[in-house]
């Protein structure tokens, strides 16, 4: 009798369907086909052990396992559950009436229990694309898709769970799991955590914050430079609360590579607050980008994305490691190309980088710098001009006075600065959605995006010109500043971009290596 179970595999945050085929006819053993890994050529053995502890015979014929399209490499050990099910099935020891109208995944313990699994977002998403009744997932991974509608998502712990559903003898309202927050195009509610500092706590640097409300605003991404102990790392984590909220499918998009990192909500519900990744300086190229042979993981940059990548001591990085940031910095993806494989992750994320100026950190701090024109030189030579080309905001943190320490007047606090981000945002939200374009923020447009959404006075032109005649500017920079000029402008509620706006944009970039040496 031969049985189909419907199951999937993720490539990248997508899934694909995956047909578990079992036949059992007259012969002997247990064959698994289909170009299963190791981890599933292992289900055989704690699949056979968990059916005999719950009651279940194994038949003394052939077992034919087939995973369907053959061509294609399983991997993992979410293919265990509708193993055990197509035997129950294909030897009648069990009726299961709906066992094809349901998408299931899931591990399979020794006794029974089911353990979950990577990917349950892109697996439902796909299910609902195949029109079918509903999704059977662990329990943990069931609560990711707490939000999705138009299919029922059952959250199970056990194989007697799972029967009890596919007989169809009962509703088993119990394991349904519950859509509490409707999924909306609204705006998702802002991450606010009390573990995020506030601005008003970090003192001065008044010059410094504001480049880091135009960088969220616009998503910019930033360099700070500046000697040990002026703020760069406080500013940096401040940034985390002023950040807009995650638009409906921002957050759908961030959710779905958590969820096949293995990294996703179990608390229920898609992600909410914009993610704050900051590896350490001496991460590895394959930790930043994402890799693996066979099961290919996404990166620190890939979980990141619609968020902030924090590089703190960015010039202590190997320069390799820095120079790999270039092409998800420009593309906002990242492909790992493997001899089987090849996986595309997106990756559009701020990059906000601090550095000290020198290998003793204090060059421009007084004369407290013991390093020589030479030290200088070869340690910021890792911020490259491609690199550099590519942040928009080139920030000097200077060490701040003794007075506004001693005083300790709070400034504005991450609440109000917050407010002016949103409106912001929104502005460019409603320019774009008018234009049909699927962007979200003025840092991701293109060449043809920024001519249209950008356009500049025969007064702003005559700056330009005069502009990247003095700085030496590359037309990639040339481009970026002007998408900044048009942040400037939406922060200040204005509808064209000034001579003012492009001005401050230019100032923005001013510090580049040549004027640290």
Same mark, same amino acid.
């Given at each position: ?31 698994? %086909? ?7 050529? #292992? ?51 069990? #009726? ?20 979950? *699994? ?28 707490? #939000?999705?509608?138009?299919?029922? %998502? ?15 003898? #009962? ?33 001065? @640097? ?45 957050? *759908?998009?961030?959710?779905?590579? +958590? ?103 204090? +060059? ?10 030479? @030290? ?20 000097? *943190? ?13 400034? @504005? ?7 002016? *981000? %949103?409106?912001?945002? @929104? ?84 510090l580049d290596r040549q004027n640290l040496l």
């Amino acid at each position: 009798m031969l049985i189909n179970i419907h199951s999937a595999k993720c490539i990248g945050i997508e899934a694909v369907a995956v047909t578990v085929e079992i036949d059992i006819a007259p012969g002997l053993g247990i064959h698994l %086909v289909g170009l299963a890994d190791a981890a599933v050529k #292992e289900s055989l053995l704690r699949t056979i052990t968990a059916l005999q502890s719950m009651g279940f015979r194994i038949p003394g014929k052939k077992i034919v396992i087939n995973l369907a399209p053959a061509d294609m490499h399983k991997k993992g050990s979410g293919y265990d559950v509708p193993i055990a099910l197509g035997i129950i099935a294909a030897s009648g020891q069990r #009726e299961l009436s709906l066992l094809e109208k349901f998408m299931i995944m899931g591990e399979l313990g020794l006794d029974g229990s089911i353990r979950e *699994v990577p990917g349950s977002l892109p697996i439902v998403e796909l299910a609902r694309k195949l029109e079918l009744k509903g999704c059977i997932l662990p329990q943990e991974s069931a609560l990711e898709a707490i #939000e999705y509608e138009g299919i029922d %998502v059952y959250g199970v712990r056990t194989l007697d769970d799972v029967l009890r559903i596919l007989c169809g003898e #009962e509703i088993c309202e119990d394991l349904l799991v519950r859509n509490i927050t409707p999924l909306s195009a609204d705006h998702l509610p802002c991450n606010a955590s009390p573990e995020v500092m506030d601005f008003s706590e970090i003192m001065g @640097q008044d010059a410094a914050k504001r480049g880091l409300e135009i960088a969220a605003a616009g998503g910019h991404n930033v360099i700070m430079i500046g000697p040990p102990g002026s703020g760069k790392s406080s500013l940096a984590k401040a940034m985390a609360g002023i950040l807009p909220p995650m638009s409906l499918e921002e957050s *759908v998009q961030t959710s779905k590579i +958590y969820s096949v990192a293995g990294k996703g909500g179990r608390s229920g519900g898609l992600m909410r607050a914009r993610p704050f990744r900051a590896p350490h300086y001496s991460a590895s190229v394959a930790a930043l980008l994402g890799g693996g042979s066979d099961n290919i993981m996404p990166g620190e940059i890939s979980l990141a994305h619609n968020g902030v990548l924090f590089i703190d001591e960015f010039c202590e990085a190997p320069k390799k490691v820095l120079e790999v940031l270039r092409g998800p910095m420009e593309d906002r993806k990242v492909t790992i190309s493997r001899l089987k494989s090849k996986v595309e992750y997106p990756a559009d994320f701020m990059l906000v980088a601090a550095t000290n100026p020198c290998p003793c950190g204090y +060059y421009g701090d007084g004369d407290r710098c013991t390093c020589t024109p030479g @030290q200088r030189l070869s340690y910021l030579s890792k911020l490259s001009g491609p690199i550099m080309d590519r942040i928009d905001i080139q920030l000097m *943190v200077s060490r701040v006075d003794a007075r506004l320490l001693v005083n300790r007047k709070p400034g @504005q606090s991450s609440a109000e600065i917050a407010k002016r *981000v %949103v409106r912001a945002r @929104q502005v460019q939200r409603d320019r774009f959605a008018a234009s049909g374009e699927e962007i979200f923020c003025n840092a991701a447009m293109n060449n043809r995006q920024t001519e249209l959404f950008c356009p500049l006075s025969p007064a702003c032109k005559a700056l330009l010109e005069r502009l990247i005649e003095r700085m030496g500017l590359s037309a990639r920079a040339c481009s970026r500043m002007i998408r900044l000029a048009r942040t400037i402008a939406d922060l200040a509620g204005v509808p064209d971009i000034l001579p003012e706006h492009l001005s401050e944009a230019a100032a923005y970039r001013f510090l580049d290596r040549q004027n640290l040496l």
